[in-house]
């Protein structure tokens, strides 16, 4: 924006394409550069920005020259107590990550800002390596989209970096634990796409009708028969003092919503049921558009007869000095919303539905019930 070129001849054109070049070279190399700069401090053990863990806090040493550099401390005696107080339990009393929550809610403790403790904070703690001194960083890849995790090659590990809060036998301890309960729970991050695909196909779209949130998948232990459940992630995070216990049997509910799934594309199958479905959801799309167009129909019949008024005023010699004036702002107003109304118009012609095209959603219907016939384990 700064930069006086117009690229009107030859040689402005190539002076903004070298200036392009330049500064793309420099924003670059200032990304690299910054990049290299927080690795090294990193490996150093100061704070490249962030919110502490619970139990510590940020604060800035003096390094001359006027330098100050970001590293962790010991928070409040409260919640470094609590930090051990949950690692013990969970070590040494068996109680797992929605036990610890529950009771740290009951005796009215909070969590970090303020907020309530869920199972899944219970679980950060518990494989958060910073409580035992040591800061990793570059775990995460935030540059490529839907890459998360990096190897562990790749992250920079860096020990007593800060106070440590429990012992590396504890925390050893606890993964141990962790591994042991969970079948594979410990594991820290999963490589790169190699998400599998979960047989709960109704997750995140049934919701709780007592606290709002979304159900999620769960399994019973395979000691007590290995049943499937729907249960509220309200409950599984923070514990039954947030929402009362829900759940709901897995092939119970998915066979009552593949029915009146195959039920809704049967009929639709039918006759001209598609069509016309079709035809009414670009009604129900388009609505608030009538609604102008109804508004802006009535507007324009207004200024019409206003301006058929004024005209005749002005012809009979009644007019007023400042009558042409007012004319000429209606007949403005009146060409801006002609123009209005004829723009919307175009949204409400007759939807035509070509025959390839009702032939197309057909067949997606029928492999969509061959689908669901053949019980397949995520339609």
């Not at 309530?116 to 989209?145: P, V």
């Not at 159900?215 to 007590?224: A, Y």
Request: glycine residues 8%; proline residues 3%.
């Amino acid at each position: 924006m700064t930069e006086q070129t117009e690229a009107e001849t030859p040689h402005d054109k190539l002076l903004e394409g070298i200036l392009e070049v330049a500064s793309e070279f420099f924003n670059a190399n200032l990304a690299a550069e910054v990049r290299k700069g927080m690795a090294q401090n990193a490996k150093q053990g100061f704070n490249n920005g962030g919110t502490p863990p619970y139990g510590y806090r940020t604060e800035h040493i003096a390094l001359g020259n006027q330098r100050t550099k970001a590293v962790w401390v010991l928070g409040p005696r409260e919640e470094v107590d609590i930090v051990r107080w949950i690692f013990h339990q969970y070590a040494y009393e068996n109680k797992g990550y929605r036990k610890n929550a529950s009771e740290l809610n009951e005796k009215g403790i909070s969590a970090q800002k303020g907020g309530k403790w869920s199972a899944s904070t219970i679980r950060a703690i518990i494989y958060n390596e910073a409580y035992i001194g040591r800061r990793c960083w570059n775990k995460q890849d935030y540059q490529t989209k839907g890459k998360k995790w990096r190897d562990r090659s790749e992250w920079i590990i860096t020990e007593n970096a800060h106070p440590a809060i429990i012992t590396k036998e504890l925390f050893e301890l606890c993964q141990e634990k962790a591994k042991s309960k969970w079948n594979g729970g410990g594991e820290t991050h999963k490589p790169f796409k190699t998400t599998g695909t979960s047989p709960f196909w109704l997750r995140g779209i049934m919701v709780c009708d007592k606290c709002g949130s979304r159900m999620v998948g769960n399994s019973t232990s395979s000691k007590t028969g290995g049943h499937r459940y729907y249960t509220c992630g309200g409950y599984l995070r923070k514990g039954k003092e947030f929402c009362t216990y829900y759940a709901w049997r897995k092939e119970r509910v998915e066979e009552i919503v593949k029915n009146k799934l195959r039920t809704t594309l049967l009929r639709l199958s039918m006759d001209n049921q598609l069509e016309e479905e079709i035809k009414l959801y670009h009604n129900e799309k388009n609505k608030h558009i009538i609604a102008q167009v109804s508004n802006l129909e009535a507007e324009i019949n207004f200024l019409r007869k206003r301006i058929q008024t004024v005209e005749e005023d002005i012809q009979a010699g009644r007019a007023k000095p400042y009558h042409q004036d007012m004319l000429d702002e209606m007949n403005q107003e009146l060409a801006e919303k002609t123009a209005e109304h004829s723009r919307l118009s175009l949204h409400l012609e007759p939807l035509h539905v070509s025959e390839e095209y009702i032939a197309a959603v057909k067949y997606d219907i029928q492999t969509m019930i061959a689908l669901l016939d053949a019980d397949a384990p995520n339609p």
